[in-house]
């Protein structure tokens, strides 16, 4: 595991964005898994910037994480009080990069039939040939996607209903300004498993702020636990590259050593 701490929330963004991209160069049809939240969003700024300068998404094939149930997909129509991550990704994102609308894959969350529909979506990562590289924000609670407290580290895509401490960090972000009120905001979400999460070959986790930085240190060097589902990223097997910035690392016991492996690495060129 990589852990790479910079020193601001722009250059974890450039770093995290550059990973991205070299991943786009190489394999030009990749696979991406991406992520809601603040805190990618630098992050996509970032690769809409490299777009302008010629990277090109026509053929990467994305699958979202989550998205709450009740909330729509269209991406073309106005939003208003829409707070639907569909919504997100495609002001945040998509709208800004050639990627094809056919190579957007959303858990749709207006669907009629939740269970049919995660069956359906795991089935068409499967067909695409697997999540080459899965991006992830970290949960108030220590979340992937939904995944909350208590999910299996084996669970698949599903619906999981939201913890309170979600729904108030949530709230904040996509509900207050809009002047919904909280009852009304949805209390339940459907998102990839942690066991689905796990099969993506390669994970690049972004945190920031000091907000994080005692959930980010159960995650990464607490046990692995249910109750803290991220700190599954302990157990998978591929390439994993966490960025972070100085403030969420602060209660990291053995950022010093992730900072000296980081500069012996680029030392032996590795
Ligand atoms: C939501 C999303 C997660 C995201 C988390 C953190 O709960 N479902 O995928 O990682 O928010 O969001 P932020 O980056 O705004 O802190």
Redesign the pocket.
């Known amino acids: 595991m990589d852990i790479i701490i910079r020193d601001n929330y722009e250059e974890m963004s450039t770093y995290a964005a550059e990973i991205i991209a070299g991943y786009i160069k190489y394999k030009p049809d990749c696979v991406l898994g991406l ?6 969003i630098g992050t996509y700024k970032e690769l809409i910037r490299m777009h302008h300068e010629g990277l090109d998404f026509s053929q990467v094939i994305t699958f979202n ?2 998205e709450y149930l009740g909330v729509g997909m269209e991406l073309e129509r106005p939003y208003h009080s829409d707070q639907s ?1 569909a919504r997100f990704m495609h002001e945040e994102l998509f709208k800004h990069i050639n990627i094809k609308k056919e190579n957007i894959h959303l858990p749709d969350g207006q669907t009629e039939d939740p269970k049919k529909f995660c069956i359906w979506y795991e089935a068409e990562i499967k067909r695409v040939g697997g999540i080459d590289l899965q991006i ?5 609670d220590g ?4 995944n909350e407290p208590g999910s299996s580290l084996g669970s698949r895509t599903r619906v999981q209903a939201l913890t309170e401490q ?1 729904l108030d ?2 709230y904040e ?1 996509f509900y207050k300004n809009a002047n919904i009120e909280r009852s009304k905001m949805p209390h339940f ?1 459907i ?1 990839m498993g942690i066991g689905t999460i796990l099969e993506a070959k390669n994970i690049l986790m972004v945190v920031n702020g000091s907000k ?1 930085a005692n959930i980010l240190a159960k995650c990464l060097e607490g046990p692995i636990t249910s109750q803290v589902t991220s700190s599954a990223i302990q157990l998978h097997s591929g390439e994993i590259t966490v960025v972070i910035d100085e403030a969420a690392a602060s209660k990291l016991t053995h950022s010093g050593r992730y900072k000296h492996i980081e500069k012996l690495k680029h030392q032996f060129g590795l």
Request: net charge negative.
């Open positions: 992520a809601t939240g603040g805190t990618p994480l989550d991550y992830l924000g970290l949960g108030g979340h992937w996607g939904f979600t960090d949530n972000a979400a998102t994080k």
